[in-house]
């Protein structure tokens, strides 16, 4: 029986050595050391054996079941390790190869052209200010020194909101202008003030060309003692040049705002001329660019200022304008069409 036990040893030791998965080494060693292996079945035979033998083949047959159980265990852990090794292989990285493009976004022009707007504004100490776009009648136009008699009620002019009135404030509607953000500010900070203000705004347009129901405008407000126009004049040829990175050069014509007395436009040096009259400016050298004034004494009061101790100027022109003649852009509606093959131009 002796020599039995030594010939099963040899030959599952063989069997364990030359597995070469787990699945395999698991089969090997039901098949010598399970419930109804070949060790148990060797065993089984120890009854016939002379009592004096007994002792010894039991001692023996411990010793080649501890000895196959060790190197089932150890040749266990060397598949595992095998097996993660190989998996560590199949996911590694190869940090040689190219990597994976992504496609990186950009900013639109609007707002890059705002940020510009905003930092050259803020360099002259002007402060952003924003508001909502759902507005109330009473900062949209009462405020404003717009009677309810304005054209600009008419809702072939306006986007109102289909909600009940409030009695103080008025009816909802989609704002017109960023100008209800200047009485807002004014309310809350008083004078002396230099703001501007940047935003979208929204007028019931017919959609063409040069024509959208929804725009970007930038207002600005300065409110101080001893103010005037020559400051507006200074301010504006400095953003202006500053802008276009080029010397621009301003001029005020008589218009007419209810919002501020006197009122005036605004022209500036036609850049594609430098002056000397084209198809562009009409052959009088200058391109209109926005609208201006002093500020209205009943705006000044209902921002609860006093328009005896302060005075001030109000200018807004419209952004997507200026977009339009920075970049040559003949189209309005490309703005805000959301086609990527015009988006990714800039």
């Given amino acids: 029986m002796q020599e039995k036990l030594e010939n099963l040893q040899t030959e599952a030791l063989k069997k364990i050595q030359n597995s070469k998965d787990l699945n395999e080494l698991k089969n ?30 039991g001692k023996f047959s411990n010793v080649i079941k501890k000895n196959l159980e060790e190197a089932f265990v150890q040749k266990e852990k060397m598949l595992e390790n095998e097996m993660i090794l190989k998996e560590l292989e199949e996911d590694s990285i190869d940090i040689s190869a190219p990597g994976a493009k992504y496609n990186i976004g950009h900013a639109h022009p609007l707002a890059t052209t705002q940020y510009e ?7 002259m100490g002007f402060e952003v200010a924003d508001g909502p776009e759902v507005e109330v009648e009473k900062f949209n136009f009462d405020d404003l020194n717009m009677p309810a008699t304005h054209p600009a009620r008419d809702m072939q002019d306006t986007f109102f909101i289909d909600k009940k009135a409030d009695l103080k404030l008025g009816r909802l509607v989609l704002r017109t202008q960023t100008s209800p953000v200047q009485i807002r500010t004014m309310l809350k900070y008083g004078a002396p003030l230099r703001i501007i ?3 979208r705004v929204f007028r019931n347009e017919a959609l063409d060309a040069c024509h959208e129901h929804t725009f970007d405008q930038v207002e600005g407000l300065m409110i101080d003692k001893n103010i005037s126009l020559a400051h507006l004049k200074g301010v504006m040829a400095e953003f202006l040049s500053k802008l276009f990175q080029r010397e621009i050069k301003v001029r005020f014509r008589p218009g007419y705002f209810p919002f501020v007395e006197p009122g005036l436009e605004l022209d500036m040096s036609c850049m594609i001329c430098d002056g000397a009259g084209c198809k562009t400016c009409k052959k009088s050298g200058w391109v209109e660019f926005m609208g201006a004034g002093m500020v ?12 005896d101790e302060y005075q001030g100027w109000a200018f807004g022109f419209g952004l997507t304008r200026l977009v339009m003649m920075r970049y ?10 959301g086609d990527l093959r ?5």
Avoid: C, W
């Avoid at 707007?117 to 360099?123: L, M, Q």
């Fill in 28 to 57: 090997h060693e039901i098949f010598y050391l399970g419930k109804k292996g070949k060790l148990t079945e060797i065993l089984h035979g120890l009854k016939d054996l002379p009592n004096d033998q007994r002792p010894t083949i």
């Fill in 117 to 123: 707007v905003e930092n050259i504004f803020h360099g």
């Fill in 197 to 199: 203000v940047p935003g």
């Fill in 296 to 307: 209205h004494p009943n705006v000044l009061r209902a921002g609860g200022i006093n328009p």
């Fill in 328 to 337: 040559g852009i003949d189209d309005i509606r490309m703005l805000s069409g």
């Fill in 342 to 346: 015009f988006t990714e131009q800039f």
